[in-house]
């Protein structure tokens, strides 16, 4: 026995010490491939849109209004992009792109499913967006092809079993650090946002897989870093009103544009066209704004350290402000795929800038830098649901200390007022609407998606219609049960009946006496289901019957229900134990 337990032991061991050195593996592996694909899709999104953009090498589209000089080019590549797109969704019968919160959704199921083929095909519509034109970012498409890579690596038929939240947590943070040079970021985002829960395996394997894509990234050393900027001294007794009306200003703005961004996908449902000539729409307003004002377009990377380094009428930047949360919602909302943080950060930038220019706040011209990235800071970790993220990410970006600290302050009454309002970011109201309530975490979600079905009882008291009472009682007292369950030659299900409604009956037909009003499951039913209906149940089971053929599948007692949700719950309590 002593030595069975031994071997067990030892078995248990070397099963654990093989998965962990995998998880170690791919997660290393994840990184540094995903830091090629976000070096590749970065450097190629830029020089197509350069190369497509430079008005200067096509003079013959060139016109004049008011003695201005302006280009077609930039409308003529935003509907070429369009259609690309529209060709793409056609031939591949897309009904909707995929990003972050699909990426949220999988790392929160047992399961961690994702669909890979969706999951590149919606980051190559990115990069054909980005290089067209669209005002949308590059940094929500990386995040969800690095989920999507490694929950692939983990569906390889010679992998081990590794955890599959942590893995995709990898590629997330590896897909942040190459993008924007920013590793410690990029484990956290992983953490506070898509995996939502700390552990020391998964700690050691996020942060292998973030260091190792920023270590390829800086020997690659394929793209530049587009929001590098340095410290400007400023005085911070001075900086704190401006960065209090920051916060609130900021937290209006997010609300804003998370609420343009969901306005606009239904405003697109209602239109009744073909889904794959809906991109036309946004193709058409980018190419148009582009051609009279082109700081709006694209990755806005340029337009925001414009905000932080130029100062700006205000007027200038409350139309840049609002026409790009027109632009982006209308790509978002009609199919011209790419991400929202990018945005942001324009957005965000814009609206510290705009407070910079109220009377009072910022007098100083030192301010205009702190202004612009807390603004920046404040209205992505808002829109993003990651405020610790963005206090980070503020941090390696600008290499100052006190840039970072003091971004806590805006950056927390934002999020504040966000939740509140909103919600914990874009992404978990995105997977509201679609009627996964990621904010009551994995428990809830996979009591909703395991089927009562799974737990069902078919043992069961099984009674004919035509016995008497006398001949009923006989046989739930044989059974040992004080409900039966009334089912004809066929097993179509016919009523309930409880002992109690029996004594004193005197030798009648039992069936007249069977339950007039009772719960009854259904095979698809949930455990989460079952829980909330069992609130109101009095009784030893519950007959669990087919609603297409009316056949009794077998029953479900209190017990049963309860030992699932224990074993459910286990099961999410290992999960974050890891």
Known sequence: MIQSDMIKKNTQFSSLLVTNFALVIVAIITGLIVSCVAQFFMFSGKKVFELTHNVSDYNFLNFTIFEQQFNFIPMIIAIIASLLIGLLIKIKNIDRWHGPADTIYAAHQISGQLDVQKGFLSTLASLISIGGGASVGIYGPLVHFGGTFAAFMRRLSFMPKIPHDIIIGSGVAAAISAAFGAPLAGILFAHEVIIRHFSKKGVAAIALSSVSANFLAIELDVVTYPLRFNENDFDLLSSLPGLTVIGIISSVVAIFFMKSLLFSGKLSSMINIPLHYKPLIPGILCGLFGIFLPIVIGLGSDGIMSFITIEHTFLFLLIALIIKVLLTSSCIGFGLFGGIFSPALFIGAATGALVFNIPFLGENISLLSIFAVTGMAAVSSS????????????????????????????????????????????????????????????????????????????????????????????????????????????NNYLGKINIINLINKGSTEAFLLKEKKH????????????????????????????????????????????????????????????
């Open 519 to 578: 719960i009854i499951l259904k095979p698809n039913d949930s455990v989460l289901e079952t829980i909330e209906k069992l609130s109101e149940f009095v009784g030893e089971s519950i007959p669990i019957v087919d609603n297409k053929n009316n056949k009794l599948l077998g029953i479900i007692s209190e017990n049963d229900v309860l030992k699932a949700y224990i074993n459910l719950s286990d099961q999410i309590k290992n999960i974050e134990k890891k």
């Open 383 to 490: 829109v993003i649901g990651a405020p610790i993220t963005a206090i980070i990410l503020v941090l390696e970006l600008t290499g100052s200390y006190n840039y970072a600290i003091v971004s806590m302050l805006p950056i927390g009454i934002c999020n504040l007022i966000t939740y509140i309002s909103f919600g914990t970011s874009f992404f978990d109201v995105q997977l509201q609407n679609r009627n996964i309530l990621i904010n009551k975490g994995r428990e809830h979600i996979l009591l909703s998606q395991s089927k009562i079905l799974d737990y069902i009882d078919k043992k069961y008291t099984s009674l004919n219609r035509t016995m008497t009472t006398d001949n009923v009682i006989k046989t739930l007292k044989k059974n040992k049960t004080t409900e039966g369950y009334f089912i004809d030659q066929d």
